[in-house]
T-cell receptor, first 111, second 112 residues
Framework: EDKVVQSPLSLVVHEGDTVTLNCSYE??????LLWYKQEKKAPTFLFML????IEKKSGRLSSILDKKELFSILNITATQTGDSAVYLC???????????FGSGTKLNVKP | DGGITQSPKYLFRKEGQNVTLSCEQN?????MYWYRQDPGQGLRLIYY???????QKGDIAEGYSVSREKKESFPLTVTSAQKNPTAFYLC???????????FGPGTRLTVT
């Protein structure tokens, strides 16, 4: 059965800390893994990863995929209070018709 | 500006009433999706549509119905058969199935 597991479920850090969020998966016919940030309302797209070992980077955020060990990490350096959100990991399902979302990691960055 | 709009932002209904949530996009995307999010849970797929006049059930379609008569529009009806309709509903679209999805602002539905 396909599954996506994110850890930790929640995290509290202080501004300036570095955090690492994990997404482990088991899906048939892996195609891609996506990271989203969800603040108060709709998720916004962060990264799409398709190849192992190639880091995607956007400002203080970066992400990498390990297709051998079946996980991805999302790193946020020098965290700010504006990084407080739920971070969602998503993968296309086995029939390529749907995205399957993990339950998310809730990040709270305190001043 | 291109984007996805959902209306209304907040919706209150009495139990036993059907209610329709609107989702419109002007991104010229073929695929559209409806998700439901409950506190502490991830997004769960209700229905999706790959193309106009076609739609498929997602993981939790019972008690919901959709239509896709126009490319831009994918309304979701929450029927009285849905046992626990109070939730946050998100609509999304993508260029095609399996591409990154862009989300609307969501509708919070409360049924009492």
């Amino acid at each position: 059965e396909d599954k996506v597991v994110q850890s930790p479920l929640s995290l509290v850090v202080h501004e300036g800390d570095t955090v690492t969020l994990n997404c482990s998966y088991e899906v048939t016919n892996f195609r891609s893994l996506l990271w989203y940030k969800q603040e108060k309302k709709a998720p916004t797209f962060l990264f799409m990863l398709t190849s192992s070992g190639i880091e995607k980077k956007s400002g203080r955020l970066s992400s990498i995929l390990d297709k051998k060990e079946l996980f991805s990490i999302l790193n946020i350096t020098a965290t700010q209070t504006g990084d407080s959100a739920v971070y969602l990991c998503a993968l296309p399902r086995y029939n390529f018709n749907k995205f399957y979302f993990g339950s998310g990691t809730k990040l709270n960055v305190k001043p | 500006d291109g984007g996805i709009t959902q209306s209304p932002k907040y919706l209150f209904r009495k139990e036993g009433q059907n209610v329709t949530l609107s989702c419109e996009q002007n991104l010229n995307h073929d695929a559209m999706y409806w998700y439901r999010q409950d506190p502490g849970q991830g997004l769960r797929l209700i229905y999706y549509s790959q193309i106009v006049n076609d739609f498929q059930k997602g993981d939790i379609a019972e008690g919901y119905s959709v239509s896709r008569e126009k490319k831009e529009s994918f309304p979701l009806t929450v029927t009285s058969a849905q046992k626990n309709p109070t939730a946050f509903y998100l609509c999304a679209s993508s260029i095609a199935i399996n591409y990154e999805q862009y989300f609307g602002p969501g509708t919070r539905l409360t049924v009492t």
